[in-house]
Every structure is written in structure tokens, then in C-alpha cells.
């Protein structure tokens, strides 16, 4: 019989489980999906279980879509634009990040916005990224709040646009800002960009004293109401 020593390999081995067990719990704390993708044979290596609870789907789930995980979870605007979104880490340095937004499809047929970023994490023989280390944040709240505010702006737009009455927008100076089409026919101009050079007190007041108590009701109440000028074309 021969006995050996291993005692240092044990603790070693046993150094390395405690290492990846505690690497893995950070992973799974982690409130964003932390992957490792191979983009050479285009199969995820790595998926923290995040991945459930953002989009829905089980790391084994994603492991079993094999080469067709990208044309299955990316938006076909986005897997048609893949390349684009590839092509930055192809020319990336060790070390480099790079970002992008992108939708993924959830595993309820939903759509998600995230924000990715990604680094090269392992290299071919010939030196091309073979795998990429990423995270994916879900930014949805964030877009849909962003579409909102451009809905709204493009709805108050039309209405400065279309509106009958003059609406304009200037400084405290007088110095116009914009000026909606109604003001530009009512102070025959015959372009906005003619009449937004122009400021208020001395151009268009016919009495630009009268400017000083229009000022203070303005800074007094934010707003005036019911206020007569005269003022000239």
C-alpha cells in the first residue's frame, strides 16, 4: 500500500469551492443578468438567475435554445442589427466596455428594454473575442417613461403649433425663444426665424415702459391673466 500527503490539495480544492460558491451568491444577488456568451459558437455559457425573474426564462431553458438563443430572445430589429452591435467588441481592447440598448423578448412573448454592457473575456487562437462578460439591465420603466414624454411633447407641440391665438416663449430679457405660426402672421414676418430675432420690449411693445409692470406680475404670480398691451407689427 502507498500512502501520499493531499492535504494541500484538499484545502486547495476546497479554497476553490468556497471561491465559486461565493462568486455564484454575488452573481445571484445581483438585481441585473450577468452572462458569458461564446459570439464564435454563439451559445451562452454562463447565466446568472436573474434571468428568471427579468425575462422569465431558466438558465437551463437558455442553454437548451443552443445557436439559435440570439434570433430567439432579440427583438428582429435588433438580431438584424446584431453585427453593428457586435462589431465594437471585435475591436476592443482587454479591458474595454462597451454599451448598447437592446430588446429582448420575455418568456411570456413580452418586450423588454436593457441596457448592455460587455467586455472580451477569452480570445481565439487568432486573437478574436470568443467570449464576452456582460450585464443586462431591464431599463422598460425608463423607455416607456421616455416614450411618454415624447408623446406629451408631441402633443403640446401641436398644439403650439395649431393654436388660432399667439404663443410664444421668450426670457425674462424679452429675447424670443419660438413663436408658434399664429404670432409669425399676427407680426407679419413671413418666416419664424425672422421673428425670433427680434425681442419683445423694444420691437413689439408700442410702449416698451409698458413692459416693467407686465414683468412684475409675472415674477409676482407666474403667470398674467386678462392683461391688455398694445403692441405694434
Same mark, same amino acid.
Given at each position: 500500500?502507498?500512502?501520499?500527503? @493531499?492535504?494541500?490539495?484538499?484545502? %486547495?480544492? &476546497? ?9 455564484? *451568491?454575488? !452573481? +445571484? ?56 452591435? @457586435?462589431?465594437?467588441?471585435?475591436? %476592443?481592447? &482587454? ?9 429582448? *423578448?420575455? !418568456? +411570456? ?57 399667439v404663443v410664444f416663449i421668450s426670457t425674462l ?61
Amino acid at each position: 500500500a502507498v500512502a501520499r500527503d @493531499i492535504t494541500q490539495r484538499k484545502a %486547495a480544492e &476546497d479554497a476553490l469551492h468556497e471561491s465559486r460558491r461565493f462568486i455564484q *451568491r454575488i !452573481a +445571484d444577488a445581483t438585481p441585473t443578468i450577468l452572462f458569458l456568451f461564446d459570439i464564435i459558437d454563439s451559445k451562452v455559457v454562463y447565466v446568472n438567475n436573474e434571468l428568471k425573474t427579468i425575462l422569465g426564462y431558466t438558465p437551463e431553458g437558455l442553454h437548451r435554445m443552443g445557436p439559435a438563443v440570439i434570433q430567439t430572445v432579440l427583438h428582429p430589429d435588433d438580431f438584424s442589427n446584431f453585427a453593428s452591435i @457586435i462589431s465594437p467588441l471585435e475591436m %476592443a481592447k &482587454d479591458g474595454d466596455i462597451t454599451e448598447s440598448e437592446l430588446r429582448l *423578448r420575455r !418568456a +411570456d412573448g413580452e418586450w423588454c428594454w436593457a441596457y448592455l454592457r460587455a467586455t472580451v473575456f477569452t480570445r481565439s487562437a487568432d486573437g478574436r473575442p470568443k467570449q464576452i462578460l456582460g450585464s443586462a439591465l431591464d431599463i422598460t420603466p425608463r423607455k416607456r417613461q421616455e416614450e411618454a414624454i415624447r408623446q406629451s411633447e408631441d402633443k403640446y407641440r401641436r398644439l403650439f403649433e395649431e393654436s388660432k391665438d399667439v404663443v410664444f416663449i421668450s426670457t425674462l430679457e424679452g429675447k424670443l425663444l419660438d413663436v408658434n405660426p399664429a404670432g409669425v402672421e399676427l407680426f407679419g414676418y413671413s418666416s419664424k426665424e425672422d421673428l425670433i430675432s427680434r425681442n419683445i420690449g423694444t420691437d413689439f411693445f408700442m410702449m416698451p415702459a409698458d413692459r416693467e409692470p407686465y414683468k412684475r406680475e409675472i415674477l409676482r404670480y407666474g403667470f398674467v391673466k386678462d392683461y391688455e398691451i398694445t403692441m405694434k407689427r
